[in-house]
Each structure stands twice: as structure tokens, then as C-alpha cells.
């Protein structure tokens, strides 16, 4: 049984972040940033 955290974002994500920070201030938590990257975690059990 393992545990897991995934963390990404795309480069145009990132890009796009960097030259609309403004918008993604606004409209998203996080000073933007959960506007960009996504994440997940979980259990896995291998048999």
C-alpha cells in the first residue's frame, strides 16, 4: 500500500500565467496558481 501526491502544470499554463497575472489573480485562489497547476492524491494497493 503506497500513498501518492501528484503536482503538474503545463508550460503554457505557466506562459499564460506569467502574462495575464491579473486575470488569474482575480479569478482563481492561490494568487492564481490553482488556475495552472493540478493536483491530486490518493491510495494505491498493489496485489
Not at 501528484?6 to 490553482?34: I, K, M, P, Q, W
Amino acid at each position: 500500500m503506497e500513498l501518492y501526491l501528484d503536482f503538474s502544470a503545463l508550460d503554457v499554463g505557466v506562459v499564460n500565467y506569467v502574462r495575464n497575472f491579473d486575470f488569474y489573480r482575480e479569478n482563481y485562489r492561490f494568487l492564481g496558481l490553482d488556475g495552472i497547476f493540478t493536483y491530486g492524491f490518493g491510495t494505491r494497493v498493489r496485489f
